[in-house]
């Protein structure tokens, strides 16, 4: 199903941020995701995130993969550049665009399955490299788009919609982000808006390779007995001349407003999750205690949320290969092409 666009309309009274726009000229096409998806959530926090940061929508890039997470980029800043990559390369091509244009903020959104199954080497090249860019998954543990087969992010233990169990274990992108040297780490909650926003604009902001892990429900594929990250699946016809799925109309999850260290959100299926917040006095530039931390979460059946690390001394991509100051997409042909006794001068340099 195609999306559908959204009115023009604004209301005169709409409050504006310092550029003048509205946060209705930060939003996109109307959503095609279930009911109730988590992945929608995430949209109206970067949504929110962009509008308060008075980012241009014109500035930025909106790159994605294939999946449910991938159609994200359609339901924000229809005014932005943008790019739709083949299954899982995503990273390299935002790394080909951000070369060319560093001047454009990139934002890429891509899911457990794009980023873990198919595309995990992509991404390790990505953090490897340090490219600057907010790169966001939406992780619910399954391919939500081709029905619900487990992801890379599956816990032990877990049942498929045809109760098969999952004995793979998980790959955690949070501590597989602190061991390839990311320079911004951090993990929150689809449904928790009050957190998620400001660590969207804390990666915004932050110059190099910014993951943000959002645990975000899926109401489709998700929902059986013994399922242990999203919400419910129902079954609509006993006798079918096709086969059908029946997606009940969910109320979004969301925490409470004033939550403890360790706040429990019961999902629709029965099931909870326990996210545990980091502690006042955690210090999120010692790489080393992030990782144990993390760990010590996941030792108790918890995932740990917020800032989980960033090391704001970091050298990007543009640094570390000593790249011009202007955009190369902006320089002229002179520039990129010097002749051939410029090129042969520096291959003298190699000999």
């Known amino acids: 199903m195609s999306s559908i666009a959204k009115p023009s309309v604004r209301h005169p009274s709409a409050r504006k941020n ?14 095609t995701l279930c009911a109730g998806c988590g992945h929608d959530s995430v949209t109206a926090s970067l949504i929110q995130a962009f509008w ?11 790159m994605s993969g294939i999946g449910c997470s991938s159609k994200t980029t359609a339901y924000f800043m229809r005014q932005s550049h943008g790019f739709n990559s083949v299954h899982g390369r995503m990273p390299s091509v935002t ?3 951000n070369a060319a244009n560093r001047d454009l903020t990139y934002i890429g959104i891509s899911g457990d399955g794009d980023s873990l199954n198919i595309g995990l080497g992509q991404m390790v090249h990505a953090i490897r490299r340090n490219v600057n860019m907010l790169y966001v998954i939406e992780n619910n543990g399954v391919y939500g788009l081709t029905k619900g087969q487990f ?25 597989l982000a602190l061991t390839l040297g990311a320079t911004f780490v951090a993990r929150s909650f689809s449904g928790d808006k009050a957190q998620l926003v400001p660590i969207l604009k804390a990666g915004l902001a932050h110059r190099g390779f910014a993951l ?13 007995e013994g399922s242990t990250k999203s919400y419910a699946y129902v079954r ?42 980091t502690a006042p006095g955690y210090d999120p530039a010692d790489r080393e205690a992030a990782y144990g931390y993390v760990r010590s979460c996941i030792g108790r059946e918890e995932l740990a949320t917020g800032l989980l690390f960033v090391d704001a001394a970091g050298r990007d991509m543009h640094d570390l290969n000593r790249t011009v100051p202007s ?5 002229p042909f002179s520039s990129l092409c010097p002749g051939s006794a410029a090129l042969d001068a520096m291959m003298a340099r190699y000999r």
């Open 18 to 31: 310092a550029i003048g726009l509205t946060k209705a000229d930060y939003e996109g096409a109307m959503s």
């Open 52 to 62: 308060e940061l008075d980012l241009p929508p014109h500035k930025a890039a909106k």
């Open 95 to 97: 790394t080909g665009a």
């Open 151 to 175: 992801s890379a992010t599956a816990d032990v233990g877990s049942k498929s919609k045809r109760g098969e169990v999952h004995e793979q274990a998980p790959i955690d992108p949070v501590l």
């Open 212 to 224: 943000i892990d959002v645990i975000s429900p899926c109401v489709s594929f998700n929902d059986h």
């Open 236 to 277: 609509g016809h006993g006798v079918e001349t096709v086969a059908t799925d029946f997606v009940p109309l969910r109320r979004s999850i969301t925490v409470p407003a004033q939550h403890d260290e360790v706040t429990v959100v019961q999902m629709h299926d029965g099931h909870r999750v326990r996210l545990h917040a």
């Open 327 to 331: 955009p190369l997409a902006q320089l």
